[in-house]
């Protein structure tokens, strides 16, 4: 207890003292690392289900697009333009996943659903070019330093707000396995009709998490388009952001609390490295790296690396991805 | 009709053919090894850049060079099987498909890696020409044809052929075939290998049509996986009908409305179709 007491008064120090101690670009780093981080840990709250969407390009897209569009052309607020664009992604994770869940579309199935939905939203944002830029992206209206806006060009203020976004983010993924309890969840993900026979409402519990999900993704997208003040239908929708999260999430390892974090943390540590490393004269290097390590990872270490340190502690029987069917 | 509308028609026609035969590939290795390849498309990028390496920068033989295209990426089927797959195939089955997502990042950023992000085309002009005031392109007719006949080729393989029938066999019952005295991993690396060739055989066929980029694999693939599922697994004939379906649907609202909107349309109607048709549309 002490130990791990004193863990969280020296992260909490090394959090408070970034600002004051890292130059611009670290910070910039860092505050990449919390927001993906938070998107990971989005994804891995369904994840660890089962439920392994390809979809949550979806979710970034009208999380990044709906307050952007709403401050560019009616200059709403992103306060009102987010919350707005987490109830959009929430109805549509409903309309996707209320069937999925009553028909039991599972495993790749499900992955495959889902996919078309990031494919429908990634399109459906090009084709409506005149709006939203289609594929050059948009920029959104710069007014300088302002909260009715919600824009920062600091630093600072952006990484005080990804701190507070993943502690939330951490908390709700904490809550959510509380909340059901550690041998339901696995019951859920492993074996639905024994679940369901112990007193579990499957579909409620997997509709629940799927909504939770799809509100965190949305809010992580809406603040990562008003960090960087501009979006693009390819970084923040379709298959290769999609993807791409839920790598994050399984190099670090969903099934536990900081997982997805580490996971965002060596992803994007090592994008950056090998970018600075080796220039712009190697374009891809990195990706080449990073997709023998998610094969890697897959293959040795489905649990992630955290998962992986863990077990060499405790020397539990490993365990897939996904549980079989 | 509108002559423009029939010039759609028929073009959605004709890449309906690439498409289905992808399409067969894919509902193979689905069928028979119950995994979804999420890199089969950039495999075939890969073929893709194969043959334009050998034929553009190498000057080989255009028929030498597309043998060698097939080829390779025959050998890269039976690679993905061996290292990627076998290791984990009595994991659930989504781990296969995010081995092979793995393998899609590692496939785009290779080819970016060797060939920069530049589209290239292999530089072969076939000619277009008119019938009924419609320009038709010979280019899509031959990989019509050579797609129609490369399916019926698999088709006459999987009927004629022993192994033919061990694919059959295991792609419907799992269990039974060791028991046939069949070694279900020899299975497995003809499976692969003859998917592998399938997507190398688009590829040919593609580059005829299309530049070759590192992220060609992303504007195809999803809806590869769509016309598969769609079609149902294993069964082909489904799959070459969700094929014309998918590429009519793209072909005319790209006509009507814009080619995203049809695709958004395409897409949407892929997932209807799962919620009310899951087993594939032809099955009742």
């Known amino acids: 207890m002490t130990m791990r007491y004193a863990m969280l008064v020296i992260g909490a120090a090394l959090l408070a003292s970034v600002p004051f101690l890292a130059p611009p670009y670290f910070m910039h780093i860092i505050i990449q690392i919390l927001l993906w981080g938070f998107i990971y840990t989005a994804w891995s709250i369904m994840g660890r289900f089962g439920l392994v969407s390809l979809g949550h390009g979806a979710f970034l897209g009208v999380g990044a697009y709906v307050p952007a569009l709403l401050w560019n052309y009616y200059t709403v607020t992103p306060w009102l333009g987010i919350p707005a664009s987490v109830v959009l992604a929430v109805l549509l994770s409903v309309v996707i996943g209320y069937p999925c869940v009553r028909l039991r579309v599972v495993g790749h199935y499900f992955a495959l659903v889902t996919l078309a939905l990031s494919q429908v939203v990634m399109l459906s944002i090009v084709a409506a070019r005149d709006v939203t830029g289609g594929s050059l992206g948009l920029t959104i209206n710069n007014v300088g330093r302002s909260w009715y806006a919600f824009q920062f060009p600091g630093k600072t203020h952006f990484y005080a ?11 709700v993924w904490h809550l959510v396995d509380r909340g059901v309890g550690r041998e339901a969840l ?46 693009n239908p390819e970084t923040l929708s379709g298959i290769a952001v999609s993807l791409q999260v839920v790598f994050g999430a399984i190099v670090g390892g969903m099934y536990t609390l900081l997982g997805p974090t580490v996971g965002s943390l060596l992803t994007i540590s090592l994008n950056e490295g090998l970018r600075v490393g080796f220039g712009t004269s190697f374009i891809g290097a990195a990706n080449t790296i990073y997709g023998i390590l998610l094969i890697l990872c897959i293959i040795f270490m489905p649990r992630g690396v955290v998962g992986a340190l863990q077990r060499l502690g405790r020397r539990k029987p490993p365990r897939a991805v996904a549980p079989a069917q | 009709m509108d002559i423009y509308l029939l010039e759609a028609v028929i073009n959605g026609i004709l890449l309906g053919g690439v498409i289905a035969l992808l399409a067969l590939g894919l509902n193979l290795i689905f069928g028979v090894i119950d995994v979804v390849w999420i890199a089969y498309a950039d495999l075939v990028m890969a073929g893709m850049y194969v043959l334009y390496g050998l034929y553009a920068q190498e000057h080989w033989p255009l028929a030498l060079a597309c043998l060698a295209a097939i080829a390779s990426v025959a050998l890269m089927g039976v690679l993905v099987h061996l290292l990627i797959i076998a290791p984990i195939l009595g994991t659930a089955p989504i781990n296969q498909l995010l081995a092979t997502g793995g393998l899609l990042f590692f496939l785009q950023s290779f080819a970016t890696l060797l060939f920069g992000t530049d589209f290239r085309n292999i530089g072969v002009r076939l000619p277009s020409f008119e019938v009924a005031d419609m320009s038709i392109s010979s280019a899509r007719l031959l990989a019509f044809a050579v797609a129609l006949v490369g399916a019926g080729g698999l088709w006459l393989f999987l009927r004629r052929t022993f192994i033919g029938t061990a694919i059959r066999a295991i792609a419907q019952d799992r269990a039974i075939v060791g028991l046939m005295g069949i070694d279900q991993r020899h299975v497995y690396l003809v499976t692969s290998a003859i998917g592998g060739a399938l997507a190398g055989l688009a590829a040919c066929l593609l580059s005829l049509q299309y530049d070759v980029h590192p992220f060609i694999g992303n504007t195809f693939g999803p809806l590869l996986f769509m016309t598969c599922v769609l079609g149902g697994l294993g069964d082909m004939i489904g799959g070459v009908v969700a094929a014309f379906v998918l590429s009519l649907i793209i072909a005319i609202g790209g006509y009507y409305w814009s080619t995203e909107l049809s695709y958004v349309f395409a897409f949407t109607l892929f997932i209807v179709l799962m919620f009310i048709r899951p087993r594939g549309i032809l099955v009742r």
């Open chain 1, 186 to 231: 696995d019951a859920l993900s492993e074996d639905e009709e024994a679940a369901a026979s112990i007193g579990i409402s499957v579909m409620r519990e997997k509709l629940r998490v799927t909504m939770i999900s799809a509100a965190l993704t949305a809010l992580g997208g809406g603040l990562y388009a008003q960090y960087m003040m501009y979006i």
């Open chain 1, 161 to 171: 707000i990804a701190v507070v976004l993943w502690l939330v983010g951490l908390a």
